[in-house]
């Protein structure tokens, strides 16, 4: 598959997909959501991939939609059917994603481009890097799941704040607030989202798969529920190759080498 407006890598069971189109700041036109969603489906079809690495070319992660490419169709369409087309099934395929995916935010993530990392499931910032949800500095509600995610993050009152402020939030204050799993100079981000990612990569990535479905499922779940789903998933997770090495590899006191089956 050629992209034009994305890089994609797979190197040692690691995906990497990064938004390149770093003159705005990596921010989305319609063909970079679709070329997003189809970069998404690759790696969620490809057993070589184990781990997914979202991040973004030059200065940032993301700026969220283009404001260019927005006011050249504000008269064409409606917002609810661009939403619908384009950012809604990235981050719901994303978040589905039964392996694991990390937001490497470089610099900048605003608007869906900060909806985009709050779709992964780990969060590595460079020092410094900023996130803004955005909407409000150009009249617009929260979209691309951030009014799911980020209240559930850090709480309502913080969310509203930032939503409604459009104040930037510092990597240094989301490391602090739980956000982001870790911030680090920029000059030694990649090689630390590197170093995470390829531990996840050789993990057993069925089970992390049955572990995202477990914490996406209970968050609308009684615990009575999330018990029936946890015995539900453990006779999947049981029946897999890397239960079975796992278990022989702690019985013989060696590492285990899990697959991925
Ligand atoms: O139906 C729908 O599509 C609705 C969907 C909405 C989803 C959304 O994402 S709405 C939110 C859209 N995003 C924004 O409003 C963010 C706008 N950008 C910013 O607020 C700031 O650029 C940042 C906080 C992200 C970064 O600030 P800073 O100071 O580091 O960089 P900058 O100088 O503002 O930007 C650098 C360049 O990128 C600049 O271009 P230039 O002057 O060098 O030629 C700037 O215009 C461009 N840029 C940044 N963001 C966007 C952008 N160009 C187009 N669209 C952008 N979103």
Redesign the pocket.
């Known amino acids: 598959m050629t992209y034009t407006t994305l890089l994609y890598d797979l190197t040692g069971g690691v995906a990497t997909l990064t938004l390149n189109r770093p ?3 990596n ?1 989305f036109n319609d063909e970079m959501a679709a070329e997003a969603l189809t970069a998404v489906k690759t790696a969620e079809r490809d057993p070589a991939v184990r781990c997914l690495v979202l991040t973004g070319a030059g200065k ?1 992660f993301c ?6 490419a ?1 006011r050249a169709r504000a008269a064409a369409g409606s ?1 609810r059917a ?2 619908e087309r ?2 809604n099934p990235l981050i719901s395929r994303l978040r589905a994603l039964e392996k694991p995916v990390i937001a490497q935010i470089n610099g ?1 993530a ?4 900060l909806g985009l990392a709050l779709a992964c499931d780990l969060r590595y910032a460079a020092a410094g890097a ?1 996130l ?1 949800l ?2 409000s ?2 009249g ?1 509600a929260p ?2 799941g951030t009014s799911f995610f980020l209240p559930r993050l850090i709480g309502p009152a913080r969310a509203f704040e930032l939503a409604a402020t459009n104040a ?1 939030l510092t990597a240094e204050r989301a490391l602090a607030w739980g956000l982001v799993n870790g911030v680090y100079p920029a000059e030694e981000l990649a090689a630390a989202v590197r170093a995470v990612a390829e531990q996840l990569a050789a993990a057993p990535t069925k089970a992390l798969g049955l572990t995202k479905r477990a914490f996406n499922q209970a968050a609308h779940l009684t615990l009575d529920e999330a018990l029936a789903y946890e015995a539900q998933l453990q006779e999947i997770a049981g029946r897999t190759a890397d239960y079975h090495e796992g278990v022989a590899a702690f019985l013989a006191k060696r590492p285990p080498a899990f697959r991925g089956e």
């Open positions: 003159e705005v700041l921010a940032g700026a969220g939609q283009d404001l260019q927005l917002f661009h939403l384009t950012y900048p605003a608007g869906a481009g900023k803004r955005a909407f500095g150009i617009l979209d691309s930037p």
